[in-house]
């Protein structure tokens, strides 16, 4: 899962200066219990050499899964899919975390529907919904004409419960919401809570984690959300939210230490990519902000640096 919480957001760029936000069929379906939400614009992602040249580097298998599944019944990522969204969320008393695909595009339900009656695959119901069986062990349902819901069965039917009313959706879930505000649109966007930013800047912070001040103001982290796209160069804008101004500063701080002890040892290419962050904090958010054109983006792309992290 943090693999696929790192890379999605690598892999998944768009270099659309526009995009459209959530669909209402689309959000409908999410849980209130999400780990991560992760939405990208897909309709421009050939057109960034960058953006390919990264996909084909380090696409995690559980995407190339999501994509094959979907080409299995006659849907190409590559033409006919708009927008696609991936929601990991916690269900069940063990907190086990489902992922689930919604893919909104040119695709018409009728025509995919058919070509399955025709391999004689047959629905099976959950209440008033058909699930169809994708292979590689998913299942598949459509919200609407042009959009699609899919994952394993577990995962689809949870969704599905939430959007049934059976189960809390995220427009419950006041941190989560008011974060996708702020980025709902872009061509590429993703919230982590509370449990998952942790995690993360643990693991961008390295050594510099293990200094008292982290353990005391982890607890204070409450949520993260970035955006990302190619249209000029590689943007990358991450926002952490925090309970308070005092714990985004020290953050700041944090995050500035941390890069201090990676430059040492780290290649020219690197330094140049950890000169290229800034990191500051406003109020009670910490921010993050990368940019770098595409020569200089490619070159990182082939140190040590990158592919420790793309692990």
């Known amino acids: ?148 819901l899919f994952g394993d069965d577990s995962a689809v039917k949870g969704a599905l419960d939430a959007r049934d009313g059976y189960a809390q959706t995220i427009d419950t879930n006041s941190q989560m919401s008011d974060m996708m505000a702020a980025v709902d649109g872009s061509p590429v966007w993703s919230l982590l809570d509370q449990q998952g930013t942790q995690n993360m800047m643990r693991s961008a912070l390295g050594d510099a984690s293990k200094v008292a ?22 943007n990358f804008n991450l926002d952490v939210i925090t309970s308070d101004s005092i714990t985004a500063a020290t953050m700041s701080s944090l995050v500035k230490a941390g890069m201090l002890y990676k430059k040492m040892n780290a290649s020219p290419v690197e330094k140049t990519a950890i000169d290229a962050l800034t990191v500051d904090s406003d109020s009670s958010k910490l921010t993050l902000h990368f940019k770098a054109d595409d020569k200089q983006f490619q070159a990182l792309m082939k140190s040590d640096l990158f592919a420790a992290v793309s692990k």
């Open 213 to 234: 001040d982290y353990d005391t103001v982890k607890k204070r982290l409450l949520g993260s959300r970035y955006t990302m796209d190619f249209s000029s160069g590689v």
């Open 1 to 148: 899962m943090k693999k696929l919480i790192f890379l999605t957001g690598l892999v998944l760029m768009s270099a659309a200066v526009w995009a459209m936000p959530l669909g209402t069929s689309t959000r409908a379906v999410i849980p209130s219990d999400i780990q991560q939400l992760i939405s990208v614009d897909y309709r421009a992602l050939h057109d960034s050499p960058t953006a390919m040249q990264l996909k084909e580097q380090v696409l995690p298998q559980s995407l190339k899964d999501f994509e094959k599944a979907l080409k299995g019944v006659g849907i190409d990522s590559e033409t006919d899919v708009d927008q696609l969204t991936f929601a990991a969320y916690r269900m069940g008393k063990q907190n086990n975390v489902r992922v689930v695909g919604m893919a909104q595009g040119s695709f018409s339900a009728k025509v995919v529907l058919k070509r399955m009656r025709m391999k004689k695959i047959m629905p099976v119901k959950y209440r008033t919904s058909d699930l169809y069986s994708m292979g590689n062990g998913m299942v598949m349902n459509f919200l609407d004409e042009n959009t699609l």
